[in-house]
């Protein structure tokens, strides 16, 4: 008998009048890896919440057959699911910093783990949760121990509540998009610790829109669209020979080298998935528009960016690359004049940029815009779609509704969608507003600081074939970060790969990646799991 055993599940919000799972069956063995993939929406993560009592309130969940350890968990009350969870299955979430206590050290948030579940006497607590946290990959783990999640990075948050989630050694481990947000070598240690732990005998549920990642861990794989499995199979098998076109555009999707100058949002004909070519795209190296020389930055006396140069022109995109503390971020940051380097200098369109007074540089903000990997935290919580949009233009009010209008079709949102909040929509429509909000100007540079890590591969597919479509069309240039290397691969002209502050290898992309140079981009490169394509 499995640990969990469903068949015919179904939960519904009747308040909203939405049924999110429709009739899924699944069973979890000791020491398999069972994976759920599917677009936002489509009902896995409810499924995942589902099976520990974390529905939420106004749910309602039937089944045919819903087991726990054998027992009926249909009739399980909080007090039940409250003994289950941590000491059954840990749980594992995308997004630590929610997850995290604000007001608790990280050390505080295991620690609470070991002593609810009577893991270990109170005097060894302490040690416990330092081995816990240097069993993730967490550096010094005896001082992150005792900083609060708003002092970490994303991946050392998320390495944090991964050590919460195996703290009492439990037979089963939910894990909700549990790599997004880190980079590839952080990403490949977090997966050998989870099939270590499935080796040793327990059980997984992996929760992921990144297919590489499913291929690398994952025993069986079920494929959810609008809360219906359509496909599941041994995922050799559904990966490499897909039976649902819905399974063939998820793959489709999947941004690589082989994807490069194709759109990635493909079309199904006949059963097969079908991509067509990007519109053709300009670059003009008459003139850059970003000149970097001789950058450098420190934080205190901690210097993060050492000496980097590099050139943008119009309608290139330049990848940056690198692990988590690498100084990819602090780069964009420089370029965007949000920081001030302690030697070298930035020029926009051949103009000084950086080491200039602010009241210089606003008159040609224009010219720079920026989309972030998260643009809610960016956004005024108390605008509507149209007003952040309009924010940046200038003229009259009628001018200015015409011109979000505009910019809400070009991004392929309904113009009235101007009206609604942004916490409102999804994390796909939100970082099409941000994208059209970055546009409004009309902007010579875009600097892209992990635009699509966030988003699942369908809708990522979408952003990037919009980001070349904007590029074709108007000429713009990219500053294209991110720790998804396909995603690199797929959309860069040039790569810079930075460690450590300094930039190790540079070049065009195929030549980066098919042929790198250094031992650092070698590591990076292996690093990353491999998807076997469709029909080998």
């Known amino acids: 008998m499995g640990l969990i055993e469903v068949e015919d599940l179904r939960v519904a919000f009747p308040r909203s009048g939405v049924e999110a799972v429709r009739g899924v069956s699944l069973s979890i063995e000791a020491g398999e890896c069972v994976a759920i993939v599917g677009e936002s929406g489509s009902g896995k993560s409810v499924t995942a919440r589902t099976l520990v009592g974390l529905t939420g309130p106004g749910a309602t969940v039937t089944a045919t057959r819903f087991t726990v350890k054998g027992k009926d968990a249909l009739r399980f009350g909080a007090r039940d699911w409250r003994r289950l969870r941590g000491r059954f299955a840990g749980l594992v979430l995308q997004d630590a910093l929610v997850s995290l206590d604000p007001l608790r050290t990280v050390g505080d948030e295991i620690a609470e783990v070991l002593s609810t579940h009577d893991v270990v006497p109170r005097a060894n607590r302490g040690t416990k949760v330092i081995e816990l946290l240097d069993a993730v990959g967490v550096p010094e783990p005896g001082v ?137 795209r300009r670059v003009d190296h008459s003139s850059p528009v970003v000149q970097v020389s001789g950058l450098s930055a420190a934080y205190g006396s901690r210097r993060v960016v050492d000496d980097v140069s590099f050139e943008v022109y119009p309608g290139e995109t330049v990848g940056i690359v690198g692990e988590s503390g690498s100084g990819k971020t602090t780069v964009a940051r420089l370029v965007l004049g949000l920081l001030a380097p302690i030697s070298g200098e930035v020029r926009l369109n051949g103009a000084p940029w950086s080491g200039i007074a602010e009241r210089r540089r606003r008159p040609h903000r224009a010219g720079i815009q920026v989309i972030s990997q998260n643009p809610l935290d960016s956004f005024d919580p108390r605008y509507t779609v149209g007003r952040l949009v309009a924010e940046p233009l200038g003229g009259s009010s009628r001018d200015r509704r015409t011109r979000v209008a505009e910019l809400l079709e070009r991004v392929g949102l309904p113009a009235d969608i101007a009206g609604r909040h942004p916490r409102r929509l999804s994390g796909g429509q939100r970082q099409r507003v941000a994208i059209a909000r970055a546009l409004a100007p009309r902007p010579d540079v875009l600097v892209c600081d992990e635009p699509v890590s966030a988003l699942d591969v369908s809708i990522q597919a979408q952003v990037l074939d919009l980001l070349a479509e904007i590029q074709a069309a108007d000429g713009t240039a990219l500053l294209f970060i991110s720790h998804d290397l396909g995603v690199v691969h797929h959309i860069s002209d040039r790569v810079l790969v930075m460690r450590k502050g300094r930039v190790v290898e540079e070049g065009h992309v195929d030549e980066v990646f098919f042929i790198p140079k250094h031992d650092y981009t070698r590591e990076l490169l292996g690093a990353v799991p491999k998807l076997v394509p469709a029909g080998t």
């Open 144 to 280: 992150r121990a005792r900083q609060y999640a708003h002092q970490l990075s994303g991946g050392l948050r998320q390495r944090a509540l991964i050590a919460s989630a195996i703290a009492a050694d439990p037979p089963l481990i939910i894990a909700d998009e549990p790599t997004t947000a880190l980079d590839v070598t952080v990403q490949a240690q977090i997966l050998r610790l989870l099939a270590a732990r499935k080796a040793a005998g327990t059980a997984l549920l992996m929760i992921s829109h990144d297919l590489a990642v499913v291929s690398s861990i994952a025993d069986r794989v079920l494929v959810m669209k609008d809360g219906v499995v359509v496909e599941e199979g041994p995922t050799d098998r559904v990966l490499s020979e897909p039976g649902h076109d819905y399974t063939k555009l998820l793959l489709a999707a999947v941004p690589s080298a082989a994807s490069r100058g194709t759109r990635l949002s493909a079309v199904a004909a006949g059963g097969v998935s079908l991509r067509t070519p990007l519109p053709e």
